[in-house]
Each structure stands twice: as structure tokens, then as C-alpha cells.
């Protein structure tokens, strides 16, 4: 993935560039990241979801629109950070900065990453799980 993120010379290639201009402009590493994450849960029972199915956040500004159609397998596409069971940030929206979320996995090219893949730890989906119960209401 991320062939189209190349930049010349006179900026010091890919490696000078990031930082200082928008590479990843489409948020391809989005989808690579997504592909990499749901290679994981199908193998991986340590960063399997308690939820099924689990919920995630895909972090690509203004093309919101397109998560719906990356998706291979049964996701709840979460729209709040503070929801969402996966955050996949891109270089382009780092949506899961300042959250309390363990880092699972990073995308890149030219040692640089344009993707991040985090997982909410478990104990916290457990309370948030627990917070958004409410009990119905009983009468006498």
C-alpha cells in the first residue's frame, strides 16, 4: 500500500516530507490498517473484541461515507473515540490522541507511519458497558 506517498528529493523524499506537507491524502493506510486488524481478530483471541460485533472508528475526515463499504466482516461503525472498541487514526486525523487506548499496530511506509490501529483495554469497554446500562424502570 501508500505507492502513490512518494515525495522528491529536494524535500528530503518521503522521509522529509512528513511532517511538513500531506502525503497520505487519500487515507489509503486507513483501509490497510483495517485489513491488518481484521486479519487479527480472526487469529489473534488476545485482541478480540468482548462485543460482537465490535465497534470501531475509522479516522478519515470528510469521507466518512466510504468506512461502510471497507468493511469485510460485521462492525458497529462508532462515530465517538470514547465508544468505539478499535480507533484506526490516520496521518491525517489522529482522532485517538489523548485517549486511554493501547496501541495494536501502525502502518508505514519508509519507516514512517500513516496509520495507527489502537484497542480500547478491556476493562474499560467492561465499564462502559456497565455505565450505559440503565435499568427499566419498575412500578409498584
Request: hydrophobic letters at 40%; aromatic letters at 10%.
Amino acid at each position: 500500500p501508500l505507492e502513490y506517498v512518494a515525495m522528491n528529493a529536494l524535500v528530503g523524499g518521503t522521509r522529509g516530507a512528513y511532517g511538513n506537507f500531506e502525503l497520505d491524502y487519500w487515507s489509503v493506510a486507513a483501509t490497510e490498517a483495517l485489513r491488518r486488524l481484521e486479519r487479527r481478530l480472526d487469529y489473534d483471541p488476545a485482541v478480540q473484541a468482548a462485543d460482537s460485533p465490535p465497534s470501531i472508528l475509522i479516522c478519515i475526515p470528510w469521507r466518512e461515507q466510504l468506512i461502510d463499504p471497507m468493511l469485510k466482516r460485521p462492525w458497529i461503525v462508532e462515530t465517538d473515540p470514547d465508544n468505539a472498541d478499535f480507533i484506526i487514526a490516520t496521518e491525517r486525523w489522529r482522532c485517538a490522541d489523548n485517549k486511554r487506548l493501547v496501541l495494536i499496530d501502525e502502518v508505514k511506509r519508509f519507516d514512517r507511519t500513516f496509520a495507527w490501529v489502537y484497542a480500547r483495554p478491556a476493562e474499560d469497554s467492561a465499564k462502559s458497558e456497565a455505565q450505559s446500562f440503565t435499568p427499566s424502570p419498575r412500578g409498584p
